[in-house]
């Protein structure tokens, strides 16, 4: 889109309104077909895309305009952008409007990209399925019966349905990789410090720093890179920013890298259709020239555990006071997830100790494992997009909960890795599924070169049938 309105192919103003003629065909209100949308700003989408058009007629030269110029994207409403409701989902939040954008969408606008509106989630990002008391059900473009995923499966409905070219996410225990990859389009999980969280709710700040990142999502990994590009860089406000520079990884470099890949965990199975796009993807990087091994990282289960005290326990308790005196307000979803954490007692302060000390050693054991192997191939997730309300399966004959489902995704928000998912495979009927790609923290462009390879030999996004 960028370079055929950088050509006067096409202008800024037809986009914006293919996008929001999309909008108005599968996004009206909580009886719509998709419901990915919570805030549509019609108004001052065409009215950025009349500036954009006479700008590229005023320009003389294509290179002066940014990069996204005329570009239409979505943006997750736990992102702050100034003048729209940014309410994350809850009615503890209904009717909050911040005054200033987050960082990183100031960098967009900048960039020349026109922000059409902000999507759902489950209620302050609690969930793996996109519903809410407030706007209701966000359902899969692929099969209304189904989750787009959570917590950004509003953006990756949007995004997969083609009512945006591409936005914003956020990952505290695979929200943008979950639902890329239950909706067939690519997301990237960043090194935390890569892309700044600031203007993002919940912060990420504290203990909570290295576990949640916001990133890019889009249909292709070329579209992941370009977001990825103007996103990133060093914001004083991120307790986790640091100023890595971008890097290109050529041909040359990506060839020598040691890809290993698995399966499964051994303690969560996954489906057979989600072991076979893994071969898949495996196989497509070592016909391309890749030194490719089976091989699976160890203490999985452990990484698990040490998540689930800082996402689950930790962030109820943080949550606590927001909560307080209010909760006949929270939606059923959020009650249950609240529930499921109560099942366990709140962190003392030496298991919090414990928890910051043993994710650091694992961390530290994983990366020298990856100086043999930089790139780790394996499920983003145990299952397909599953039907709304699910909350366990049976795989393999074996009964797979809900949360150790999503554990393949987890695992690398602990331990601080940037990764990608693309689509790769089907299901047996006819879902897409992805494939993770996992990186060492600061390698993303190397993660996104990998699948960039895995995407071109695969076939990568299809268009669903919504």
């Not at 108005?24 to 700003?41: P, T």
């Not at 203007?199 to 370009?226: K, N």
């Not at 520079?245 to 057979?272: M, N």
């Not at 040490?306 to 307000?329: I, K």
Request: proline fraction near 6%.
């Amino acid at each position: 889109m960028a370079v055929q309105v950088r050509a006067r192919v096409i202008s800024p103003v037809e986009l914006v309104d293919a996008h929001l003629g999309r909008i108005a065909e599968l996004n009206c209100g909580r009886e719509s077909k998709l419901n990915a949308y919570v805030h549509v700003d019609v108004d001052a989408a065409r009215a950025q895309a009349k500036i954009a058009e006479a700008a590229v007629g005023s320009s003389s030269h294509a290179d002066s305009l940014g990069v996204l110029h005329g570009v239409p994207i979505s943006v997750k409403s736990s992102v702050d952008v100034a003048g729209w409701p940014c309410e994350c989902g809850s009615r503890l939040r209904k009717g909050y409007v911040p005054s200033e954008d987050a960082t990183l969408v100031g960098r967009l606008q900048a960039a020349g990209a026109i922000l059409l509106g902000n999507t759902n989630v489950p209620e302050f990002l609690m969930a793996y399925e996109t519903d809410n008391s407030l706007y209701g059900r966000t359902n899969s473009p692929w099969d209304v019966e189904r989750t787009p995923g959570g917590s950004s499966g509003g953006e990756a409905a949007a995004i997969a349905a083609g009512c945006s070219a591409g936005g914003v996410g956020s990952d505290g225990g695979g929200s943008i990789r979950i639902p890329a990859h239950f909706s067939g389009i690519c997301g990237l999980k960043p090194t935390p410090g890569r892309v700044p969280s600031t203007g993002h709710y919940p912060a990420s700040a504290g203990p909570f720093a290295q576990l949640g990142v916001v990133g890019p999502m889009a249909r292709t990994v070329v579209d992941l890179a370009r977001l990825f590009a103007v996103m990133t860089g060093w914001d004083i406000a991120d307790p986790a920013s640091a100023p890595v520079p971008l890097r290109v990884w050529d041909d040359s470099q990506i060839l020598k890298l040691r890809v290993a890949y698995f399966e499964d965990d051994g303690v969560t199975p996954v489906t057979a259709d989600t072991a076979a796009a893994v071969r898949a993807a495996a196989e497509a990087l070592r016909a391309q020239g890749l030194l490719v091994e089976a091989w699976r990282p160890q203490n999985l289960d452990r990484v698990w555990q040490l998540w689930w005290n800082l996402f689950g326990r930790a962030v109820q308790t943080a949550f606590a006071a927001t909560v307080e005196g209010r909760e006949a307000e929270l939606s059923p979803m959020y009650r249950a997830w609240r529930e499921r954490v109560a099942l366990e007692p709140a962190l003392d302060g030496r298991e919090w100790l414990n928890t910051l000390l043993g994710r650091d050693a694992l961390r530290e054991k994983l990366l020298r494992e990856m100086e043999t192997f930089p790139i780790l191939l394996c499920p983003a997730c145990a299952v397909p997009a599953f039907r709304h309300g699910e909350r366990e399966w049976m795989v393999q004959g074996r009964k797979v909960e809900y949360l150790k489902a999503m554990s393949y995704s987890q695992w690398f928000n602990l331990l601080g890795n940037p990764a990608a998912v693309v689509p790769v495979g089907r299901s047996a009927e006819a879902l897409p599924i992805g494939v993770q790609i996992v990186g060492r923290p600061w390698e993303d462009e190397a993660v996104l070169a990998v699948a960039a390879k895995i995407e071109a030999a695969t076939g990568g996004f299809r268009r669903p049938p919504l």
